[in-house]
């Protein structure tokens, strides 16, 4: 490799003042070359010495405007790098010569610097090898007055620190020098580096910056040809081969979602299994540096030749589809309806989805589960002639609570012949377009309601129904405690993990804030396993939680002190009053 820079061992000094170490503000009125009153002016610009072939720095106000940057003994220098309207930098070439600066600014006006720019030598990078590495290669780099230089960049800002710079904690370095020397600097090359220029730099706040001339090349993982594979199915087990897959860190789709994978370095080969959500286009790996490398081209299957056995059908009843690759379907999406229905039963050749009742005669859409959406066929709906709840989401949308009235509205209320909940049959009335059902004591999580018309068609809906285990009023103040959900005051044993225990509150208008802690008796009202205390928002009025096993198991413990009283619940918290808890 050819020399590529120099400068002297006594370059420390790191900026060259035009008349004040002060930068005035900037303005982003009319143009206005005066330096010292916002506008376009160069406040400061450095370091000098600089080293021919480093970077040089211009701070100051509307630098944006600057077109061109003439040192002497160089052509004008057009390739600016703009970091800010108050900062750019150039690179100084090596035919450069000592005096003054110009700015050439876009409006044809200029601006010269106060004091001439001055360069260090004969500090060198004469080479670099292996020009070719691999992450936890050593690099070494060979030249003259190394020792002044503190920090190794690579690509990305990726950066290796000497024992001076990392003691100082100046840089987040990756590693240390492993040499330095007058001549010599050795470091390991860190799993984050990128192929790209080597840089080296001083490490001050206005550094002396390096660049070598040539790139070195960091190893990425690769592969002979990308693989192109069609008509792909979820769980398809997928399998690569290549060189330096030890490098991958990860194995992505497009869309941005991860695949577990396994390496075998034996048959040099990367196996994942494509996963329900995958989408069409490129399989990457990644290693350390992020640097992306194609490795594959997927594209998933679709259904083809989708029938369905009644092209016309009455609204809440089940429709058929056949076809092939109908397992790729994730949802059916029906004309007048919101929301998708996912598929009741699914399989490689047939389909099956409840018509909603709010579904209008067209064509039906496909949701693939890659998120893909295609057109399905056209089907003919009549409306239902059953009773059925006009709109389903109200179900996990409201409340119903063992032992009251759950309330809905109904289409088709007068062909309704019974109501049954876990099988049993229970009384209703309804008036218009209302139906009110008394919910049984036995009724709680997942019960079955099912609403049978005259004609025998059952609508049947999954609900949970919470059951209220204290009712009243309490006021909590300030982190008072209501206990009488403790100490006997109920049976925690006979509760389920994945029960979701609700307080219900009234708000304190009179201060802002509320917070609520579901506390252990048991563990001296400390916060329950999994339920941290938690704040309140203005206006609301209810707090759930899931009990899991191991909040139950602190819930459920006696006290062999006290008659082996079950320890139970504490509500504690500030500027509330509890009026009711329930279980779902």
Known sequence: MNKIYKFSAWWMACL????????????????????????????????????????LRFLGCG???????????????????????????????????????????????SIVTKTQLTYSEPVSIESFSPESVRPGDVLTIKGEYLNLMHQVIFAENVIVSDEVIAEKETTEATSKFLKHTRNEIQVRVPEEAQSGKI??????????????????????????????????????IMTVTGENFDLVKEVRMENGEAMPFTYSAEQKALTFTIPRGAVNGPIYVVPASGVLVQVAEIKMATPEDVKAQETEITAGKELTLTGKNMDMIAAVLFPGVEKTVEPSSLSETEVKVM???????????????????ISGLELTIT??????????????????????????????????????????????????????????????????????????TCKKYTISFAKVIW?????????????????????????????????????????????IRLGGCAIEWGALPDIPAAGLEAGSTKFSATLTEEALEVLSRRNPDDNNKMYGLVVTGCNFTMTKVTLK
């Open 16 to 55: 060259v003042l035009l008349s004040s170490l002060t930068f005035t503000a900037c303005e982003t009125n009319d143009v206005d070359t005066n330096q010292y009153r916002g506008g376009i002016s160069l406040n400061v610009f450095g370091p000098s010495p600089v080293l021919r072939g480093g970077e």
């Open 471 to 515: 009712e009243g009023s309490s006021d909590i103040g300030n982190w008072g405690g209501n206990q009488e959900l403790g100490w006997d005051g109920y049976d925690w044993s006979s509760v389920h993990p994945g029960t979701i225990i609700t307080v219900y509150y009234t708000l304190n208008t009179g201060t802002t804030d509320w917070q």
């Open 355 to 373: 018509v909603p009742g709010e579904a209008q005669s067209g064509m039906i859409q496909l949701v693939l589960t890659s998120g893909e959406t």
């Open 63 to 109: 630098l944006d405007q600057v077109a061109s940057v003439l040192i002497p003994g160089c052509d004008a220098i057009t390739d600016i790098q703009l970091i800010s309207a108050e900062e750019i930098r150039v690179i100084v070439p090596q035919t450069a010569l000592p005096g003054y600066v110009t700015l050439m600014l876009r409006n044809g006006e």
């Open 383 to 456: 409306a239902p002639k059953y009773c059925h709840i006009v709109d389903e989401n109200v179900l996990t949308m409201n409340d119903y609570f063992v032992g009251e009235d759950m309330v809905v509205d109904v289409v088709n209320i007068g062909e309704l012949a019974e109501v049954q909940i876990d099988g049993t049959k229970v009384s209703h009335t309804f008036s218009d377009s209302q139906l009110t059902i008394p919910v049984p004591q036995t009724a709680g999580h997942d019960s079955s309601v099912e609403l049978i018309s005259k004609d025998g």
């Open 199 to 236: 840089i080296l730099s001083d490490g001050t706040e206005i550094p002396n910056r390096l660049y070598s001339e040539v790139e070195l090349q960091v190893v990425l993982p690769s592969v002979a040809e990308v693989a192109d594979y069609n008509n792909i199915k979820p769980g398809a």
